[in-house]
T-cell receptor, first 113, second 113 residues
């Protein structure tokens, strides 16, 4: 079955710097790659997603890139702010999207003011 | 109005007891899920229901019994609780099996003593 690996497990950046989180997936049939942000005491919330027919997607300070050949995808956050501090999860699924989404282990991002 | 709500938020109980967690979504979604998040933040799917029908049972012990009385509700009953059941349990929903985005509740933290 699908396996999603996520690195790093912890990331600390200075406010205003960029943060990059990387994921790899094992199942070449996966075609949907969402990223979720989980704040303390809350459930994960979708922040951006990308489908396999697209190489890059951007939404304000957040961008995601996908390399299907290498089975890599990455989250890029520019101009980080303290409120970006949270746990970020990458995920992958195939065929029917939300059905059996497999999550990475999470990255705890600290943004220091 | 909370989209996916689950109760209780906190549950502390003794080993061997039976407990239930309730979940309701007011988004009109067809598909609901239970995820387990362990102490290392790893998110793992347990069950998925589509229009009250069980779709996924990820080799969860049969001490865990989900019930979906209608497509807006998915409850989780756990018998004979064990120490290893301590975790945060998240309910989630998606528009249907083909929809990518998962909408999570705020979680129910279960502590088994």
């Amino acid at each position: 079955g699908e396996n999603v690996e996520q690195h790093p497990s912890t990331l600390s950046v200075q406010e205003g710097d960029s943060a990059v989180i990387k994921c790899t997936y094992s199942d070449s049939a996966s075609n949907y790659f969402p990223w979720y942000k989980q704040e303390l005491g809350k459930g994960p919330q979708l922040i951006i997603d990308i489908r396999s027919n697209v190489g890059e997607k951007k939404d304000q300070r957040i961008a995601v890139t996908l390399n299907k050949t290498a089975k890599h995808f990455s989250l890029h956050i520019t101009e980080t702010q303290p409120e970006d501090s949270a746990v970020y999860f990458c995920a992958a699924s195939k065929g029917t999207g939300g059905f059996k989404t497999i999550f990475g282990a999470g990255t705890r991002l600290f943004v220091k003011a | 109005d909370t989209a996916v709500s689950q109760t209780p938020k906190y549950l502390v109980t003794q080993m061997g007891n039976d407990k239930s967690i309730k979940c309701e979504q007011n988004l009109g979604h067809d598909t609901m899920y239970w995820y387990k998040q362990d102490s290392k933040k790893f998110l793992k799917i347990m069950f998925s229901y589509n229009n009250k029908e069980l779709i996924i049972n990820e080799t969860v012990p049969n001490r865990f019994s989900p019930k979906s009385p209608d497509k807006a509700h998915l409850n989780l009953h756990i018998n004979s609780l064990e120490l290893g059941d301590s975790a945060v349990y998240f309910c989630a929903s998606s528009q249907d099996l083909g929809a990518g985005e998962l909408f999570f509740g705020e979680g129910s933290r279960l502590t088994v003593l």
